[in-house]
């Protein structure tokens, strides 16, 4: 038989669980970097501004990273690149990966955006929603199955197995190679970023499933 101490100790217990998540929401809700007004910014901070954005109007991914312009303008210059320049990955490849990376990050700011993004670029929808409750998809193209194991395999490993690694090269060489590991990257630090300074989602964009110990 079961004592009252310990039934008030499940009680207790049971309450603190049923309060975490609405505080991890309410958590995720402050923005800890929101935009700077214009009249505090740095010299420095203008310039940056003004080289990343002419017309003065900071895309949103950039508003935390302006507290340090020079790391700014690095990511900005890899993100030009690996995102908006043309690799050996295409629209669709490259969207594959970034909800990879986001997945792997939980990171649901990134998320309400490149969802909508990777199904424009051609993803298929099944695809991109078994990433996003954690499984892998059931039907993937070489090219895809060949991003999906050499990312996975390096998120969960930290390295990548011979037989994934030659894959990889026969489809996208090695330049595509690198090319996969600058978008990954350059995903990792905008994931790190934006967990760090609880970037809000876009409003009305597609919601991602929390882990359920995150």
Not at 163 to 191: C, H, K, N, P
């Amino acid at each position: 038989m079961r004592s009252g101490r310990y039934d008030q100790f499940l009680r207790l217990l049971l309450l603190a669980f049923a309060a975490l998540p609405l505080s991890t929401a309410a958590a995720r809700a402050q923005d800890r970097m929101p935009r700077l007004p214009a009249e505090q910014l740095s010299d420095s901070q203008k310039s940056a501004v003004a080289t990343v954005a002419p017309k003065g109007d900071l895309p949103v991914y950039l508003v935390p990273f302006l507290r340090s312009p020079e790391v700014m303008l690095r990511v900005n210059a890899l993100g030009d690149y690996v995102v908006r320049a043309k690799t050996a990955l295409s629209r669709k490849q490259s969207e594959l990966v970034i909800l990879l990376v986001i997945r792997d990050w939980s990171q649901h700011y990134m998320w309400s955006n490149h969802y909508q993004a990777a199904i424009r670029a051609g993803l298929a929808a099944e695809i991109a929603d078994a990433i996003g409750d954690g499984r892998r998809p059931d039907r993937l193209a070489d090219d895809e199955r060949a991003l999906y194991d050499f990312c996975t395999e390096l998120q969960q490993h930290r390295s990548v197995s011979d037989a994934t690694y030659a894959r990889m090269v026969s489809i996208f060489d090695e330049a595509g190679v690198v090319d996969t590991l600058g978008l990954a990257g350059y995903y990792t630090v905008l994931s790190m970023t934006f967990n760090t300074t609880r970037t809000p989602i876009t409003e009305g964009g597609a919601v991602l499933k929390s882990w359920p110990n995150y």
